[in-house]
Protein backbone atom coordinates (compact mmCIF):
# COMPACT_ATOMS: atom_id res chain seq x y z
CA UNK A 1 0.00 0.00 0.00
CA UNK A 2 1.15 3.36 -1.01
CA UNK A 3 1.75 5.63 1.92
CA UNK A 4 2.50 9.76 2.82
CA UNK A 5 6.08 10.13 4.62
CA UNK A 6 4.91 14.10 4.97
CA UNK A 7 2.88 16.93 4.54
CA UNK A 8 3.79 20.42 4.39
CA UNK A 9 0.72 22.80 4.46
CA UNK A 10 1.58 26.04 1.77
CA UNK A 11 -0.95 28.68 1.36
CA UNK A 12 -3.15 30.24 4.67
CA UNK A 13 -6.31 31.01 3.14
CA UNK A 14 -9.91 31.38 4.86
CA UNK A 15 -12.02 28.64 2.24
CA UNK A 16 -9.06 26.30 0.67
CA UNK A 17 -5.67 25.73 1.30
CA UNK A 18 -2.89 24.00 -0.56
CA UNK A 19 -0.63 20.52 0.79
CA UNK A 20 1.79 18.90 -0.18
CA UNK A 21 2.90 15.23 0.19
CA UNK A 22 5.76 13.55 0.21
CA UNK A 23 5.00 10.16 -1.19
CA UNK A 24 6.55 6.74 -1.36
CA UNK A 25 4.48 4.51 -3.70
CA UNK A 26 3.82 0.66 -3.96
CA UNK A 27 7.13 -0.09 -5.47
CA UNK A 28 9.12 2.05 -2.94
CA UNK A 29 9.57 4.65 -4.78
CA UNK A 30 9.47 8.46 -3.78
CA UNK A 31 6.80 11.12 -5.32
CA UNK A 32 5.27 14.19 -4.65
CA UNK A 33 1.20 14.77 -4.50
CA UNK A 34 -0.46 17.59 -4.05
CA UNK A 35 -3.93 18.02 -2.32
CA UNK A 36 -6.12 21.23 -2.12
CA UNK A 37 -8.84 21.07 1.48
CA UNK A 38 -10.81 22.97 3.46
CA UNK A 39 -8.99 21.96 6.08
CA UNK A 40 -6.94 25.02 8.07
CA UNK A 41 -4.44 22.70 9.30
CA UNK A 42 -2.29 19.62 8.81
CA UNK A 43 -4.02 18.24 11.59
CA UNK A 44 -7.89 19.14 10.41
CA UNK A 45 -6.94 16.97 6.92
CA UNK A 46 -9.41 13.99 6.81
CA UNK A 47 -5.86 12.23 6.01
CA UNK A 48 -4.99 12.63 9.60
CA UNK A 49 -8.46 12.61 11.13
CA UNK A 50 -9.67 9.94 9.48
CA UNK A 51 -13.29 11.12 9.69
CA UNK A 52 -15.33 11.97 6.43
CA UNK A 53 -17.21 15.21 8.00
CA UNK A 54 -18.90 17.10 5.56
CA UNK A 55 -17.18 20.34 4.43
CA UNK A 56 -20.22 21.78 2.42
CA UNK A 57 -23.88 20.44 1.31
CA UNK A 58 -25.66 20.72 -1.94
CA UNK A 59 -29.25 21.04 -2.24
CA UNK A 60 -31.52 19.09 -3.99
CA UNK A 61 -35.35 20.89 -3.59
CA UNK A 62 -38.60 21.21 -5.98
CA UNK A 63 -40.49 24.08 -6.34
CA UNK A 64 -44.33 24.26 -6.75
CA UNK A 65 -47.47 22.91 -5.80
CA UNK A 66 -47.13 19.89 -7.97
CA UNK A 67 -43.45 19.73 -7.41
CA UNK A 68 -43.19 20.11 -11.08
CA UNK A 69 -40.12 22.26 -10.71
CA UNK A 70 -36.44 22.36 -9.75
CA UNK A 71 -34.13 25.10 -7.97
CA UNK A 72 -31.30 25.68 -9.53
CA UNK A 73 -28.40 28.40 -9.60
CA UNK A 74 -26.81 30.06 -12.92
CA UNK A 75 -23.08 31.15 -11.49
CA UNK A 76 -20.29 32.88 -12.36
CA UNK A 77 -17.22 30.60 -11.32
CA UNK A 78 -13.47 32.27 -11.67
CA UNK A 79 -12.37 28.31 -12.42
CA UNK A 80 -13.90 28.65 -15.83
CA UNK A 81 -14.38 32.48 -16.35
CA UNK A 82 -18.18 31.57 -17.67
CA UNK A 83 -21.51 30.84 -15.84
CA UNK A 84 -22.33 27.33 -14.44
CA UNK A 85 -25.65 25.41 -13.57
CA UNK A 86 -25.96 24.41 -9.75
CA UNK A 87 -27.89 23.49 -6.73
CA UNK A 88 -27.81 26.23 -3.96
CA UNK A 89 -24.50 25.20 -1.96
CA UNK A 90 -22.30 26.21 0.56
CA UNK A 91 -19.97 25.50 3.39
CA UNK A 92 -20.73 24.02 6.62
CA UNK A 93 -19.74 25.95 9.41
CA UNK A 94 -17.93 25.01 12.13
CA UNK A 95 -20.25 22.95 14.76
CA UNK A 96 -23.07 23.48 12.42
CA UNK A 97 -25.07 20.47 11.51
CA UNK A 98 -25.36 20.05 8.21
CA UNK A 99 -29.19 19.95 7.42
CA UNK A 100 -28.99 23.37 8.70
CA UNK A 101 -26.51 24.48 6.77
CA UNK A 102 -28.81 23.69 4.01
CA UNK A 103 -31.55 25.77 5.52
CA UNK A 104 -29.39 28.41 5.82
CA UNK A 105 -27.21 28.63 2.54
CA UNK A 106 -30.76 28.05 0.64
CA UNK A 107 -32.06 31.35 2.33
CA UNK A 108 -28.61 33.02 1.41
CA UNK A 109 -28.44 32.32 -1.49
CA UNK A 110 -32.40 32.44 -3.27
CA UNK A 111 -34.54 33.90 -0.45
CA UNK A 112 -36.24 30.83 -0.34
CA UNK A 113 -37.26 28.65 2.31
CA UNK A 114 -36.33 25.26 2.50
CA UNK A 115 -38.13 22.55 4.58
CA UNK A 116 -36.13 19.37 4.05
CA UNK A 117 -37.49 15.72 3.80
CA UNK A 118 -36.61 12.73 5.48
CA UNK A 119 -34.23 9.87 3.65
CA UNK A 120 -32.41 7.13 4.37
CA UNK A 121 -29.16 8.29 5.32
CA UNK A 122 -27.25 6.70 2.28
CA UNK A 123 -28.26 9.37 0.05
CA UNK A 124 -27.21 12.19 2.09
CA UNK A 125 -24.52 10.96 4.04
CA UNK A 126 -20.99 13.25 2.83
CA UNK A 127 -19.21 12.01 -0.53
CA UNK A 128 -16.40 13.00 -1.91
CA UNK A 129 -16.38 15.61 -5.27
CA UNK A 130 -13.42 15.51 -7.46
CA UNK A 131 -10.82 13.34 -5.19
CA UNK A 132 -7.92 13.23 -7.39
CA UNK A 133 -7.32 16.63 -6.41
CA UNK A 134 -9.06 17.78 -2.79
CA UNK A 135 -10.39 15.45 -0.15
CA UNK A 136 -13.37 18.27 0.12
CA UNK A 137 -16.78 16.64 0.70
CA UNK A 138 -20.36 17.63 0.56
CA UNK A 139 -23.80 15.82 1.59
CA UNK A 140 -26.84 16.03 0.21
CA UNK A 141 -30.20 17.97 1.06
CA UNK A 142 -33.54 17.26 -0.21
CA UNK A 143 -36.44 19.09 0.34
CA UNK A 144 -39.27 21.89 -0.99
CA UNK A 145 -38.51 25.34 -1.16
CA UNK A 146 -41.28 28.01 -0.52
CA UNK A 147 -41.51 31.73 -0.72
CA UNK A 148 -40.17 34.81 -2.62
CA UNK A 149 -36.90 34.85 -4.63
CA UNK A 150 -34.19 37.28 -3.28
CA UNK A 151 -30.34 38.45 -3.40
CA UNK A 152 -30.70 39.97 -0.41
CA UNK A 153 -28.83 37.12 1.23
CA UNK A 154 -25.56 37.07 -1.39
CA UNK A 155 -22.81 37.82 -0.65
CA UNK A 156 -21.10 41.33 -2.71
CA UNK A 157 -18.47 38.22 -4.33
CA UNK A 158 -21.34 35.89 -5.33
CA UNK A 159 -22.70 36.66 -8.71
CA UNK A 160 -25.55 34.25 -8.88
CA UNK A 161 -29.03 34.27 -10.61
CA UNK A 162 -31.66 32.11 -9.03
CA UNK A 163 -33.38 29.50 -11.59
CA UNK A 164 -36.64 27.77 -11.21
CA UNK A 165 -36.68 25.10 -13.91
CA UNK A 166 -39.13 22.93 -15.69
CA UNK A 167 -38.60 19.55 -17.33
CA UNK A 168 -38.53 21.53 -20.47
CA UNK A 169 -35.88 24.36 -19.41
CA UNK A 170 -33.67 21.45 -17.25
CA UNK A 171 -33.66 19.08 -20.50
CA UNK A 172 -32.17 22.44 -22.47
CA UNK A 173 -29.76 23.29 -19.78
CA UNK A 174 -27.84 19.91 -19.85
CA UNK A 175 -27.79 19.80 -23.60
CA UNK A 176 -26.83 23.43 -23.79
CA UNK A 177 -25.08 24.91 -20.47
CA UNK A 178 -22.46 23.82 -18.24
CA UNK A 179 -23.08 22.08 -15.20
CA UNK A 180 -21.63 21.07 -12.32
CA UNK A 181 -21.84 17.03 -12.39
CA UNK A 182 -23.31 16.36 -8.52
CA UNK A 183 -25.83 18.50 -10.29
CA UNK A 184 -26.24 17.24 -13.69
CA UNK A 185 -26.78 13.90 -12.27
CA UNK A 186 -29.52 14.88 -10.02
CA UNK A 187 -31.49 16.63 -13.31
CA UNK A 188 -30.89 13.06 -14.85
CA UNK A 189 -33.12 11.96 -12.15
CA UNK A 190 -35.48 15.13 -12.03
CA UNK A 191 -36.31 14.25 -16.20
CA UNK A 192 -36.81 10.10 -15.58
CA UNK A 193 -38.93 9.88 -12.46
CA UNK A 194 -42.44 10.22 -12.42
CA UNK A 195 -42.52 12.76 -8.93
CA UNK A 196 -39.24 14.45 -7.90
CA UNK A 197 -37.55 12.11 -5.27
CA UNK A 198 -38.81 8.91 -6.51
CA UNK A 199 -35.29 7.43 -6.56
CA UNK A 200 -34.90 7.96 -2.85
CA UNK A 201 -37.30 5.42 -2.53
CA UNK A 202 -36.08 2.65 -5.03
Do not use: W
Amino acid sequence: MPQIDNIEKTTDNRFLNMYNLETTNKKGGKGKYFVASRAKSIEDLKIKTRKNTPDGVIIYSVYGEKQEKVVLIRQYRYAIDDYIYEFPAGLVEQGEEFHVAAIREMKEETGLDLHPITVDPCYEKPYFTTIGMTDESCATVYGTVTGTISKEGQEDSEEIEVVIADRAEVARILREENVAIMCAYMLMHFLQDERPFDFLKK
